[in-house]
């Protein structure tokens, strides 16, 4: 039987649409003082927008999904920012991830930083799946940014390569 199919990127790809994500961004006029990153699919891409943005990055980590790649019940903090919560109040933030697939974890991060009273918020991700989703981006966020969007399919991230010369032959 055929493999279903899967989406390939390689790094060079990714950065890529991280810039095109920043040239949205930038255009847009939204100008964050922080970002966070959702780890830890959000860690790279946030560290390559820093280039382009020049702000720093704060990151938590939530999983939702557990060992067998099964959804749990809900979203789970796995590390969060305790001293730098106050850091928040106030400010332009840009919450940073790779994927916006079920929408779950970044309605829950989304959600938490908001009790922080930031004085905006923004949301970046790299790829958006077109599908119908779990969760919703709640109307106190005031942008939203995807690089590309994308069909509903299982995409190979670099970072997660065993083979990277495989993984960029797949991403031509
Ligand atoms: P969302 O709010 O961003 O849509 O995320 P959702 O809760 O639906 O699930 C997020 C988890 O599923 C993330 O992993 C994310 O990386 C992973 N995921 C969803 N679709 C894909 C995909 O097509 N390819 C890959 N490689 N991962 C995908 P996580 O549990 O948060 O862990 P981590 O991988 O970020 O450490
Ligand atoms: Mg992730």
Redesign the pocket.
Known sequence: MAEPAKLYFSYNDIHKTVKSLAQQIKSSGYEPELMVA?????FIPARILKTFVEKPVYTVG????DRENKPKDA?QKIQWIDEVEQKLEGKKILLV???????????YCLRELLKHKPREIAVA?LHN?RKDKR?IIPEEVDHYFAGRELDD?????PW?ADDIDYQDKMSK
Not at 62 to 65: A, D, E, G, H, V
Not at 97 to 103: A, C, G, I, L
């Open positions: 959702i780890g830890t699919g959000g939530i999983s939702y999904y979203p991830d790779e994927v916006d697939d079920s929408r779950a974890t970044l309605e991700v799946k969760g399919l299982w995409i190979c991230y997660d």
